[in-house]
C-alpha cells in the first residue's frame, strides 16, 4: 500500500536540515529567473531538475534519476525516494499528473478496448509494486508547487509490503482511462492508467498541500 507520511516522519527520513537546504538550492537555482518571472513569461522546470535539489538537500544522498531506476534519489544505500514534481491552482483540487509507471507493451492497449480490468491490474499495480519492492525501501516524495506563487510543499509516502489485491470493483473504465482505487488513501492520491500514453499516473489530491499534519512547506519564493 501507499501509505501517507506526517511531516516530523519526512524529516525524520529526509534530515532535520531538509527545508533549510532546499530553499537555499532552489534560491541559487531561481535568482538568474527572477527576471524572467517578472516579465510574465513561463517558467519551465524540468523534472531532473527537482530530483538534483532533493537530492543536494539531503546529506549523503546520490541522484540516481534519468529514467534509469524507479528511485531518483538514493537516500541511503537500497532506501530511495521517487520524486514527483508537479503543479497546483489557486482553487485546484487536485495537482497535474506525473507519470507513475510506464509500460509499452502494446497488449495493454488491447486490454484497455477489451476493459479487461484485471489484465491492466496487472501489468501496471502489480509491475509498480514488483519495481517498488525491489528496493530495501521505497519512498514517493511529492513536490507540490503552487502556479501562482511558486511556493512548494512537500508531500511523503511510504510503500508498505502490502500489495492490494484486485477487485473489480476498485477499477473504473472512462474513454481514455481506467480509475485505479485502493491502492492509496482517495483523499490524498489519485491513480489512473492513461490508455494513450501506456502509462499509470498519480494526481496528488488538496489534502497534500493543506493539512499541516502530512504538509512540509518547503521552499518560499
Known amino acids: ?17 531538509f527545508v533549510s537546504a532546499f530553499q537555499s538550492e532552489m534560491d541559487a537555482i531561481m535568482a538568474p529567473l527572477r527576471k524572467h518571472i517578472a516579465l510574465g513569461r513561463p517558467l519551465s522546470m524540468g523534472k531532473e531538475l527537482w530530483e538534483y535539489v532533493v537530492s543536494d538537500s539531503i546529506p549523503g544522498a546520490v541522484w540516481n534519476g534519468a529514467g534509469h531506476s524507479l528511485i531518483d534519489v538514493m537516500i541511503t544505500p537500497g532506501v530511495g525516494g521517487d520524486v514527483k514534481s508537479v503543479s497546483y491552482g489557486p482553487t ?14 502494446q497488449t495493454a492497449k488491447q486490454f484497455f478496448i477489451n476493459k479487461d480490468k484485471a489484465s491492466l491490474w496487472d501489468r501496471y499495480v502489480n509491475g509498480w509494486f514488483a519495481k517498488a519492492h525491489s528496493f530495501q525501501k521505497y519512498y514517493l516524495i511529492g513536490i507540490l508547487r503552487e502556479k501562482a506563487t511558486l511556493d512548494c510543499n512537500l508531500c511523503a509516502f511510504e ?4 500489495i492490494p489485491a484486485f477487485n473489480d470493483n476498485l477499477c473504473t473504465f472512462t474513454t481514455k482511462m481506467m480509475y485505479i482505487s485502493g491502492v492509496a488513501p482517495a483523499d490524498f ?3 489512473r492508467y492513461y490508455n494513450s500514453k501506456s502509462r499509470m499516473e498519480i494526481l496528488f489530491q488538496k489534502k497534500c498541500w493543506t493539512d499541516p499534519t502530512y504538509t512540509l512547506p518547503i521552499y518560499k519564493f
Open 92 to 105: 485546484a483540487k487536485q495537482t497535474t499528473e506525473a507519470s507513475m509507471y510506464q509500460n509499452f507493451d
Open 159 to 162: 510503500v508498505t509490503d502490502s
Open 189 to 191: 492520491i489519485k491513480i
Open 1 to 17: 500500500m501507499i501509505v501517507p507520511m506526517t511531516a516530523t516522519d519526512t524529516l525524520a527520513l529526509l534530515g532535520t536540515n
